[in-house]
């Protein structure tokens, strides 16, 4: 009720906020200066396929040109007007967007404009690129990807943390980032709801067995519990804060990370552990997608592979911005702790990794990889691989000192799952 009631004192306070039709959508883009001809005629279309907000596409056919207007709800879309969200989130987008395109240039789409009003962002249209969950649910590679999100995670968490930056002003960028609506659903949906029987959750009654196996672990819920700590305590970099595979969009050349609305100050390795964990959800979806055996160990190896380069292209990339830039005194001078805090960026990816695995299979938001396998048993299949994965990542996590053990855990959870 207390959130309802602030966030209805939000919405009121800024008296020109109402959800754009796509005609109003089309009218605020012709405010950004010279993007569009004079006259042009332009069309507009809702495309929003995410949980929370409107998206409208807005296009110029004469002239090829497009633009994209995100604009946030008072609420959570997928849910409808009972789950109240603060519209403080838009601006928290656009200026992680802003911040990010600074440190990870050509990484991000640029933003034209923020209307605090409206509470939306005009940005760059990146029709040209695909979602990478679908990419991959095509069964297509691509070749710059680990190259390109080690960069973004290695250059946007580096010098957004006390490492990379004055650690007086960090303390002023905490404060501009504090998000706790959107921290909150988090903290619900990935470190609490999978493992209670919460009205949130949201799984088949096939795997209703493995659900249960989650709610009596105790050696698993004390992992989640530590993991849950520090994503509610350890304020180490501005994270994306939401970098699974529906974030990304990717061409065989390009990569570009959109949507960091829950962008906030936390954990690094959550960041990582996001990507790794969507890679390897559809590593547990591949064997409805691809029928073929020999093409379906190539793609999962393909995907064994690139969760590998991308932990070993981020850690030398973060270590090689530690020798370089690091404004910390003494953490570049005490001998071992950079291997020390790597380490323990490490155990964190892996352990937050498998929450994020967790969280998707009997949760309240789900993933196409392997939501939109048609047949039953094939979809329980897929499930079943992905929550062994993940616990067993989350298992592992404070005992990890290599990359290659989480990738034998995937191995050996799919040889049991044949
Ligand atoms: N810059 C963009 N260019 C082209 N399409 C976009 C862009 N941003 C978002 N979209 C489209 O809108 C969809 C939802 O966007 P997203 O930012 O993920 O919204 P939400 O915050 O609601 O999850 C994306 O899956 C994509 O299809
Ligand atoms: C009730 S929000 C559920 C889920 O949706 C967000 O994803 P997206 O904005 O990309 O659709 C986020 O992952 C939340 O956990």
Known sequence: MLIFLKIQSEVDKLSAYHPLTEQEAIEFSRSIPEFFPAGAVLTSREIGDGNLNLVFHITDAASGKGLIVKQALPYAKVVGESWPLTLDRARIESEALI???????????????????????????????????????????????????????ANTLFFTSDLGMNQQDKKERVKAFINPDLCK?????????????????????????????????DALHLEVAILRNKFLTNAQAL????LHTGSVFVTAQSTKVIDPEFAY???IGFDVGAVIANLLLNYAGQAHWI????????????????????????????????????????????SGYKQYYINKLLQDSIGFAGCKMVRRIV???????????????????????????????????????????????????TTKHV
């Open 99 to 153: 911040l990010q395109n600074e440190l990870a240039p050509g990484l991000v789409p640029t933003v034209y404009k923020y209307d605090a009003e409206l509470a939306l962002t005009v940005m760059e249209d990146l029709s040209d690129h695909v979602i990478m969950r679908q990419g991959l649910v095509d069964g297509n590679k691509y070749p710059k990807f680990a190259e390109d999100i080690s960069t973004f995670m």
């Open 185 to 217: 659903i988090t903290e619900d949906l990935i470190f609490d709801d999978p493992y209670t029987d919460s009205p949130n959750n949201n799984f088949e009654a096939a795997i209703a067995d493995a659900a249960e196996a989650l709610r009596n672990d």
């Open 239 to 242: 994270l994306h804060g939401d």
């Open 265 to 267: 100050y936390g954990p």
């Open 291 to 334: 029928k073929d055996e020999a093409e379906l160990a190539d793609f999962r190896s393909y995907l064994l592979g690139s969760v590998r380069e991308i932990w070993t292209k981020f850690e030398n990339k973060f270590g090689a911005l530690w020798d370089e830039h690091n404004a910390d005194r003494l953490a570049s001078s005490a």
């Open 363 to 413: 949760g309240l938001a789900h993933v196409a990889d392997i939501d939109r396998i048609e047949d039953a048993a094939e979809r329980e299949k897929a499930q079943r691989l992905a929550l062994e994965i993940g616990t067993s990542l989350i298992h592992l996590n404070r005992q990890a000192i290599s990359i290659e053990q989480a990738i034998d855990i995937v191995l050996s959870a």
